[in-house]
């Protein structure tokens, strides 16, 4: 990438492509944005969002690629499923999951689905005489409380810190 600036305006190429051209500001820390470019960067995320869900899925509990196979040719709606093992698999664990989708796989009758799933988790989860997972839901103003924290600029305290040993 190569960016050229001119006094009105600056322009990225990539070789001989012109990949965004804006106009100039001269605003200290002024984001400027393309509306069209953000509303690109919002439909690529959603599609890259609904693949790679499967992808995580399939790629941390093999098993479960066979699973949405059967589903699809029942015609159960993929996304949900993979909602629902994606929160088993946050819930339980992949090597959990994938034993329980095995098991899952091996019965005869309908097309398995999540709820079956959670059920061989539970069965599996009760011989090993372990109590139910309780999930944890936290209200909002305390999951806002682990946000990240900007640390300050501290240069003016180098000013400060020069002045005091100036002064001895």
Excluded at 65 to 91: D, N
Excluded at 135 to 141: A, I, W, Y
Aim: charged letters at 30%.
């Amino acid at each position: 990438m190569t960016l050229f600036a001119d006094p009105k305006e600056i322009r990225i190429l990539d070789g001989a492509v012109l990949v965004a051209c804006h106009p100039r500001s001269y605003d200290a820390g002024a984001q400027i944005e393309d509306p069209a470019h953000i509303q690109a960067l919002r439909d690529h995320k959603r599609r890259a969002g609904k693949a790679s869900a499967t992808d995580r899925l399939v790629h941390a509990v093999p098993a479960s690629a066979e699973l949405l196979v059967r589903a699809a040719q029942h015609g159960h709606a993929l996304q949900t499923i993979v909602a629902g093992l994606g929160r088993l698999l946050e819930r339980y664990g992949a090597r959990e999951l994938e034993a329980a989708i095995l098991e899952v796989l091996k019965l005869e009758g309908p097309a398995p689905h999540p709820n079956s799933v959670l059920l061989a988790l539970e069965k599996r989860r009760e011989r090993r005489r372990q109590p139910p997972l309780v999930p944890t839901h936290l209200p909002k103003h305390v999951l806002d409380k682990d946000q990240p924290v900007r640390p300050a600029r501290l240069a003016s305290y180098d000013t400060l810190k020069d002045q005091t040993d100036d002064d001895e």
